[in-house]
Nanobody
Framework: QVQLVESGGGLVQSGGSLRLSCRASGLRFGAYVMAWFRQAPGKERELVAAQYNVRATYYGDSVKGRFSISRDDDNNIVYLQMSGVKPEDTAVYYC????????????WGQGTMVTVSS
């Protein structure tokens, strides 16, 4: 059974930093694309960042230059380092996984709330 468990959310001041973690189990971690999505109240879920392999990453335009995704394949963890956060980064952040080559993300975490105060 695949499980993705996020941690690290909380309240942070505008301009501050926060690191989210997602520990995966029940899957062959190295064979999966790992990603972070977020959903703010009243808005659609959006892809924040994805790591396809050590050299290939994707960032949404709204977080480029501020957020960084990384993965620890030895410990099955994916991180999202958030810096220079803004109130508009307030959302529930979800970890997701899909097999390399797949179109859809088919495994999701329960989400962790990030609130940025102005």
């Amino acid at each position: 059974q695949v499980q993705l468990v996020e941690s690290g959310g909380g309240l942070v001041q505008s301009g501050g930093s926060l690191r989210l973690s997602c520990r995966a189990s029940g899957l062959r971690f190295g064979a999966y694309v790992m990603a972070w999505f977020r959903q703010a109240p009243g808005k659609e879920r959006e892809l924040v960042a994805a790591q396809y392999n050590v050299r290939a990453t994707y960032y949404g335009d709204s977080v480029k230059g501020r957020f960084s995704i990384s993965r620890d394949d030895d410990n099955n963890i994916v991180y999202l380092q958030m810096s220079g956060v803004k109130p508009e980064d307030t959302a529930v952040y979800y970890c997701a996984a899909k097999p390399r080559g797949a179109t859809e993300y088919d495994h999701w975490g329960q989400g962790t709330m990030v609130t940025v105060s102005s």
